[in-house]
């Protein structure tokens, strides 16, 4: 099974800031990767798909690169609604794994 | 406008059993893989398991702990896609979310329902 891994697991940033979540695969996934933002007592919400597509509706300001075992999301210039918990997901191959995922706090 | 509701969750004792549905609409159900995803209190995600379109292909997590109690099933005519859950144990505590990706047969999680609590106590 493939083992998804981000970095880090939380931390603290400010309104303005660009921050950026790394995730890494334990074996090569190609381009098949997710990224979500949660926040409590919701439903997952996709941000990009196929590592750098960004979903339909999702705000110019998140982005997604890499491909094979490393990737990133960034955000531009985070906004008060961005602080949530975000998950990347490799969708590469059976059985399906998310990473563990990473809380963004308000410093 | 696809629209996913699960339904079934509750609270069971150990060693009981669950069948937990989603009742898809808005898209053409049929022809889309459809997979459920869990998660604990104060947990991350966990993927459990994926069905085709057509039903003819099941996957599941292979973690120990799912392998053998859970079973996925469709049936197209109702729009609805089911997980049978058996032998229930107290870390299937969760919200289970059926989720649907982008396009047929991928697992990028376009559309997701409200989710479904199980709780497994005595």
């Known amino acids: 099974a493939i083992r998804m891994t981000q970095s880090p697991s939380s931390f603290s940033a400010s309104i303005g800031d660009r921050v950026t979540i790394t995730c890494r695969a334990s074996q090569g996934v190609s381009s098949y990767l997710a990224w979500y933002q949660q926040k409590p007592g919701k439903a997952p919400k996709v941000l990009i798909y196929?590592?750098?597509t960004l979903q339909s509706g999702v705000p110019s300001r998140f982005s997604g690169s890499g491909s094979g075992t490393d990737f990133t999301l960034t955000i531009s210039c985070l906004q008060s609604e961005d602080f949530a918990t975000y998950y990347c997901q490799q969708y590469y191959t059976y059985p399906l794994s998310f990473g563990g995922g990473t809380k963004v706090g308000l410093k | 406008e696809v629209q996913l509701l699960e339904s079934g969750g509750g609270l069971v004792q150990p060693g009981g059993s669950l069948r937990l549905s989603c009742a898809a609409s808005?898209?053409?159900?049929?022809?889309?893989?459809m997979s459920w995803v869990r998660q604990a209190p104060g947990k991350g995600l966990e993927w459990v398991s994926s069905i085709s379109g057509s039903g003819g292909s099941t996957y599941y997590t292979d973690t120990d702990s799912v392998k053998g109690r859970f079973t996925i099933s469709r049936d197209n005519s109702k729009n609805t896609v089911y997980l049978q859950m058996t032998s229930l144990r107290a870390d299937d505590t969760a919200v289970y979310y059926c989720?649907?990706?982008?396009?047929?047969?991928?697992?990028?999680?376009?559309?997701w329902g409200q989710g479904t609590l199980v709780t497994v106590s005595s």
């Open positions: 989720a649907r990706g982008n396009t047929y047969d991928y697992a990028d999680y376009a559309y």
């Open positions: 808005g898209f053409t159900f049929s022809s889309y893989a």
């Open positions: 196929a590592a750098s």
